[in-house]
């Protein structure tokens, strides 16, 4: 038995990458997974079929990140379900790059929708259903410490969820939930399997000359959302290996 045992967990994205490793090890640990997707919904459902093989639970729930309405439907559903929300993992992200001057108002609604917004909306409904002493995670991405000349929006966005972050931490300290960010670099699978050019570089920017495994991640979501870590909170957790960029 795990030290999540008898936990519910929310995972948004966790079709793949990530989001995919996260939902197996959470569910390793014991917990129930709400494997929410946007548009994998074959790797959501291939989640939810290996969890369901190793002897856990879960269920694929799928909601446009972007849509509050969709986000308060899936909430609905979640009512439904046997037992009450422990743990909620904001892990759905979307990076674009392009030089300023010439931004899109759908891009930047895309890259603020689903890195800011969703989160927002996810922790609003949440909140309401969330047991006390639960655990609340969000993704920031070291680009929003170091910012990319490309990619200023999404360092923009992750930098706002970070804020968010300590607000939250602050607002539901009363209720014994914490509320922390991690602050991934380069990973893979991840957003990096779409961008190869990029592979070297990022490699060389770190003194352990590779990038990062989405399991490593995983682990550090297992410890914030145990016991454990009930004094972590409004934290943000740089895990890029040392890299300088």
């Given at each position: 038995?795990?030290?999540?045992?008898?936990?519910?967990?929310?995972?948004?994205?966790?079709?793949?990458?990530?989001?995919?490793?996260?939902a197996?090890?959470?569910?390793?640990?014991?917990?129930?997974?709400?494997?929410?997707?946007?548009?994998?919904?074959a790797?959501?459902?291939?989640?939810?079929?290996?969890?369901?093989?190793?002897?856990?639970?879960?269920?694929?729930?799928?909601?446009?990140?972007?849509?509050?309405?969709?986000i308060?439907?899936m909430f609905?559903?979640?009512?439904?379900?046997?037992?009450?929300?422990?743990?909620?993992?904001?892990?759905?992200?979307?990076?674009?790059?392009?030089?300023?001057?010439?931004?899109?108002?759908?891009?930047?609604?895309?890259?603020?929708?689903?890195?800011?917004?969703?989160?927002?909306?996810?922790?609003?409904?949440?909140?309401?259903?969330?047991?006390?002493?639960?655990?609340?995670?969000?993704?920031?991405?070291?680009?929003?410490?170091?910012?990319?000349?490309s990619?200023?929006?999404?360092?923009?966005?992750?930098?706002?969820?970070?804020s968010?972050?300590?607000?939250?931490?602050?607002?539901?300290?009363?209720?014994?939930?914490?509320?922390?960010?991690?602050?991934?670099?380069?990973?893979?699978?991840?957003?990096?399997?779409?961008?190869?050019?990029?592979?070297?570089?990022?490699?060389?920017?770190s003194?352990?000359?590779?990038?990062?495994?989405?399991?490593?991640?995983?682990?550090?979501?297992?410890?914030?959302?145990?016991?454990?870590?009930?004094?972590?909170?409004?934290?943000?957790?740089l895990?890029?290996?040392?890299?300088?960029?």
């Amino acid at each position: 038995m795990g030290n999540l045992t008898g936990k519910v967990a929310l995972v948004t994205g966790s079709g793949r990458g990530i989001g995919r490793e996260v939902a197996l090890r959470l569910a390793e640990d014991g917990a129930s997974i709400i494997a929410h997707y946007s548009g994998t919904k074959a790797g959501a459902e291939e989640v939810v079929q290996q969890i369901q093989a190793n002897g856990g639970t879960a269920v694929a729930y799928q909601a446009d990140i972007c849509k509050r309405d969709e986000i308060v439907r899936m909430f609905q559903q979640i009512d439904e379900r046997p037992g009450v929300l422990d743990i909620v993992v904001n892990n759905s992200g979307v990076m674009t790059t392009s030089n300023f001057g010439d931004l899109s108002t759908e891009q930047v609604d895309l890259v603020f929708g689903v890195n800011v917004f969703g989160p927002l909306y996810i922790v609003d409904e949440a909140i309401k259903r969330i047991r006390d002493g639960g655990r609340i995670i969000n993704f920031s991405s070291s680009v929003a410490k170091y910012p990319l000349a490309s990619a200023g929006i999404y360092s923009a966005a992750k930098k706002a969820l970070e804020s968010f972050t300590e607000s939250w931490a602050r607002a539901l300290a009363p209720r014994n939930i914490t509320v922390n960010a991690i602050v991934p670099g380069a990973v893979s699978p991840g957003m990096m399997d779409a961008s190869p050019q990029y592979l070297p570089h990022m490699i060389a920017a770190s003194p352990f000359g590779r990038i990062g495994k989405a399991t490593e991640i995983a682990s550090i979501v297992s410890f914030l959302a145990s016991e454990e870590a009930s004094w972590v909170t409004g934290g943000q957790i740089l895990a890029n290996g040392a890299a300088n960029t």
